[in-house]
């Protein structure tokens, strides 16, 4: 548990609006390997057409984990199962044996679901047990708000020597924008042939307007779990629109105070409201 707690404590701090991890591009591209696979663990089948999707867009073979005793369960009780096993420190112990061998491949497309915060039980207790050494790693994920960025940085606490990339990341009610997004995030980190614009830092940290009040409640409003109260905002030119990052005030697990980067996008195309796409706590 010490272990599990300590890798949660250093990706949270590797995570921010500012403060974000370099860029994919920046460390070894997987343009050139030979051969590369999308593995994922999928219960409710969303991670599972994200991986369809970059399997197709990179002409991957396709596997997915499967533990013997699987998560079947509503949310509420996965969520639970889910807690119980991190206060405990346990994993699925029994993974059934992939279609594939892993060792023939150099560049592994890994994806999950977030549970907790954290890259989805199943996953992780695979990742843990294989030898990742050589190759690159491109982690993707599904989530209700957010976890790309702390899942990311757990993954490289465990597996320190593995190239591992920045990863791809979208809200399950977004599904619909994922060809797209992946389309794009594959093209800016060298992995696939074409152009896109170059990303726009976004601007330094200011006090909220009436007019981007109302933009978080509008994409935020009907969000089921708390996200905090806007305190700060900066944002930048997107495409088709423009991207922001509220700062919240906001409470951690435990219920002490803490702060909060929502990210919303407002499309220029009509009749498209504010979209809420993740948090980072």
Not at 41 to 49: G, I, L, N, R
Not at 110 to 125: L, M, Q
Not at 243 to 260: I, L, M, R
Request: overall charge negative.
């Amino acid at each position: 548990m010490k272990k599990f707690l300590m890798a949660i404590t250093v990706a949270l701090s590797l995570v921010g609006c500012g403060n974000q991890q370099k860029p994919a591009a920046e460390k070894s591209s997987p343009r050139h390997s030979t051969k590369s696979l999308v593995l994922y663990y999928s219960q409710t089948h969303t991670t599972e057409k994200v991986a369809k999707l970059l399997a197709e867009a990179v002409s991957a073979d396709l596997d997915s984990i499967v533990p013997v005793e699987p998560y079947n369960g509503t949310f509420e009780e996965t969520v639970e199962r889910c807690k119980n096993e991190m206060e405990r420190d346990e994993k699925p112990q029994l993974i059934k044996s992939l279609n594939v061998d892993v060792a023939e491949y150099d560049t592994v497309y890994f994806g999950y679901p977030i549970w907790c915060g954290v890259a989805a039980r199943p996953a992780e207790a695979w990742f843990m047990r294989f030898d990742l050494r050589g190759k690159t790693v491109i982690p993707f994920c599904t989530f209700g708000s957010g976890g790309l960025e702390t899942s990311v940085a757990v993954l490289r606490k465990m597996a320190s020597s593995v190239n591992i990339l920045d990863g791809y990341g979208i809200r399950s009610a977004r599904i619909d924008k994922a060809a797209e997004e992946i389309d794009e995030f594959l093209i800016r980190n060298g992995i696939k042939e074409g152009e896109v614009a170059p990303e726009v830092p976004f601007g330094d940290k200011r006090e909220l307007n009436d007019e981007e009040k109302g933009i978080f409640d509008a994409a935020c409003g009907d969000y089921p779990f708390p996200l905090g109260t806007p305190v700060k905002v900066s944002s930048r030119v997107a495409k088709n629109g423009m991207e922001y990052c509220f700062v919240t005030d906001s409470k951690d697990a435990k219920g002490n105070p803490a702060q909060a980067e929502v990210y919303v996008i407002v499309s220029n195309e009509a009749g498209v409201g504010p979209e809420f796409t993740k948090v980072v706590r």
